[in-house]
């Protein structure tokens, strides 16, 4: 079984920036691409960006957060990041990474953003 532990969510004011980790418990040598979701209350989970590892590490964003959103990942670690800046209210949500590969679909545990206003 593999773990993703995700880190960096918090409280910011509109405008501000957060960094979230998430790291593997293990690295999958089959893993292909990792990604964010997000959730916000009452509404359904959504993609937010995500890495493929080779091919030049592709990499895609949800139209809401393109040139705000910044996603990089290290291959060797299973380890990925999302820098998030000029934050909005409407990114409020419960934050998950995510690693897929051959051997299965992993999610982790999430980690709340809360932006005010």
């Known amino acids: 079984q593999v773990q993703l532990v995700e880190s960096g969510g918090g409280q910011v004011q509109a405008g501000g920036s957060l960094r979230l980790s998430c790291a593997a418990s293990?690295?999958?040598?089959?893993?292909?691409?990792m990604a964010w979701f997000r959730q916000a209350p009452g509404k359904e989970r959504e993609f937010v960006s995500s890495?493929?590892?080779?091919?030049?590490?592709?990499?895609a964003y949800a139209d809401s957060v393109k040139g705000r959103f910044t996603i990089s990942g290290d291959n060797g670690k299973n380890m990925v990041t999302l820098q998030m800046n000029n934050l909005k209210p409407e990114d409020t949500a419960v934050y998950y990474c995510?690693?897929?590969?051959?051997?299965?679909?992993?999610w982790g545990q999430g980690t709340q953003v809360t932006v005010s206003s």
């Open positions: 995510t690693m897929h590969s051959r051997e299965g679909d992993y």
């Open positions: 890495i493929m590892w080779g091919g030049g590490g592709s990499t």
């Open positions: 293990r690295r999958i040598s089959s893993t292909y691409r």
